[in-house]
Structure formats: C-alpha cells, structure tokens
C-alpha cells in the first residue's frame, strides 16, 4: 500500500492538532532536543546521536505542561519508552532519523538499529488481518516523532512505520511533515573559548594506610 504523505500546512496543522499533538508544540520540543545534541562531539559512537535524541525528546515531551493538559502521560509498555494518548490509543516515541526526513520525495531511515522490542511493535502496525476468534492483546498505534539534526538545517516528521529489515524502518504507512529540510535552521555547538578549556585538573592521589 502506497504511503499516505501530508506536507501542507492546511493538513498538517488539521491533523496534529486532531491527534492532539500542535505543531507548535513538537516545534518546541525540537528546539529544546537541539541544544541538548549540540553537546555531542563529532568524534561520538553514531548511537550516541540517537541516544540523546530518544533520551532528550522523551524527558521533554514527558515534562510538557501543554501536552499533559492534552491527555498525553509516560508510557514504558512493551519495554519501549515513549509517550501516550490513552484515549486515542496512539503511542508516540522519538527517533533520530537520517537527512531524508522531512523530504516527501524520500522516506526517512533511522540511525541506530531498533532492537527486539520496538521490531515487535512496528510489526504489530503491519498486520493487516484481523481475527476476532482470536483472543489478542490490544496495542496502541505506534507513531515515530522522526527528528533529523545538522548544523544546516533541522526536518521533522510524525510518521507510522508499517515494517522494519534488520531493525532498519523499511516502510511508512503515514507520514506527516512538521518540517521540511531548509525551514529550521541547524543546531549551533557552543564553543568553550581557549582560556575556560585548559583549566588544570586536581591531582588525585590515594591515600595510603
């Protein structure tokens, strides 16, 4: 099935506001993720980019006064931390995503592997076929909060994955664009001026006896 993409503000706005997450809202979040992943040195393992991108967009969409008001509470169901809408049955979770997010010419891939848990999710929002005289679990509709970072630009997407190879997001059922490469300018590192980086370090020594 062809993946359903939605890039223009008139559904956008429309739609986000529907699954009660306002774009200004995710707008926000991103800025606040920004400046956490400009900590990260350029000479990082690549997982760390994602690490910070889940930990960060996690703890901050957690802490939101406005998605709280909207229904939205923690959720570790399925060892797959994220954000929920109990009453939309929807589970969000953040997703550090490669340059093609945003760009509805392409589709977007993750940085690090999904593990296990997260692939029995993804694979929970393919089945199609549903068999009522068997007893199954309910589970929530898995969306990935899809967030792209550079120093020249940063794209956003909330976007539906539909089937994973390898722990890599093969396919999207829906994908809707916050953000568009080129809209959002990119993360700026700080730079620690000479004098402040070469402060001497306290000698430890252990004592004895």
């Known amino acids: 099935m062809a993946t359903q993409i939605f890039s223009e503000e008139t559904e956008v706005v429309p739609l986000l506001t529907k699954m009660r997450l306002p774009r200004w809202v995710i ?3 991103a800025s606040k993720i920004g ?4 900590n990260v040195a350029d000479h990082e393992p690549p997982p760390v980019r994602g690490y910070e991108t889940w930990r960060w967009g996690t703890r901050y969409a957690r802490e939101d006064n406005a998605l709280k008001s909207l229904a939205w509470s923690a959720c570790d169901k399925h060892q797959v931390s994220g954000i929920r ?3 939309l049955g929807i589970k969000v979770v953040f997703c550090n995503t490669d340059s093609n997010t945003g760009n509805i010419s392409k589709h977007p891939k993750n940085l690090s ?3 296990p848990a997260s692939c ?5 929002n393919g089945r199609q076929l549903d068999m009522e005289f068997i007893e199954q679990e309910q589970h929530d ?6 967030m792209s970072f550079s120093d020249k630009t940063i794209s956003i ?13 093969s396919s999207f059922s829906h994908r809707i664009i916050v953000a568009k490469p080129g809209e959002i300018p990119g993360i700026r590192k700080i730079i620690v001026p000479q004098d402040f980086a070469d402060v001497p370090k ?8």
């Open 27 to 29: 707008l926000e979040l």
């Open 35 to 38: 400046g956490e992943r400009a």
């Open 85 to 87: 809408n109990e009453a």
């Open 113 to 115: 592997e999904k593990g």
């Open 120 to 124: 029995r999710l993804i694979g929970y």
């Open 141 to 146: 509709d898995l969306w990935y909060l899809c």
């Open 157 to 169: 997407e909330l976007s539906r994955p539909e089937s994973e190879t390898s722990g890599v997001i």
């Open 202 to 209: 306290p000698k430890i020594s252990r004592k004895l006896g």
